[in-house]
């Protein structure tokens, strides 16, 4: 691929935001980290910002998540959001459009590597007439 696609991983907690970063990096992302609502929304604000958003259901956030989502999709319609999260319950945000939940197992990151590398797999075939 010859573009270099961006992810910004918005996560509450230093420790994984420095983890998934440093293993998406080795994978040959661009990653730019957000630890809260409204530095995830500025960075959103310009449109070359990002390819796909690694979001923690439990990001400090001023709105719910659902509403967090929808003001996400209202400023970017086509980004590609994964929920990353330990636990799948009550997660009532799984059926939204363009949203793909992943559940974490502590450092293995395996899972969202391959959850990644395939989301933006699919959104460049999808920008690119069918490449990638």
């Known amino acids: 691929m010859d573009k270099e696609f961006k992810i910004i991983i918005a996560d509450r907690n230093r420790n994984v935001r420095n983890l998934l970063q440093r293993e ?3 994978e040959g992302y661009r990653v730019i980290l957000a630890g809260e609502d409204r530095e995830l ?3 959103l604000h310009d449109d070359d910002t990002a390819d796909l958003l690694i979001l ?7 709105v719910t998540l659902s509403e967090l989502i929808n003001l996400i999709h209202g ?3 086509a980004l590609p959001i994964v929920i990353y999260t330990f636990f799948s ?3 009532n945000y799984k059926d939204m459009p363009g949203v793909t939940i992943c559940l974490e197992k502590g450092e293995d990151i395996s899972l969202v590597r ?6 933006i797999k ?11």
């Open 56 to 62: 923690d259901p439990d990001i400090p956030c001023h």
């Open 75 to 77: 400023r970017r319609p």
């Open 114 to 119: 391959t959850m990644v590398a395939d989301l």
């Open 24 to 26: 998406l990096f080795d």
């Open 41 to 43: 929304l500025r960075l």
């Open 122 to 132: 699919k959104y460049y075939s999808r920008f690119n007439g069918g490449g990638g």
């Open 89 to 91: 319950d009550d997660l």
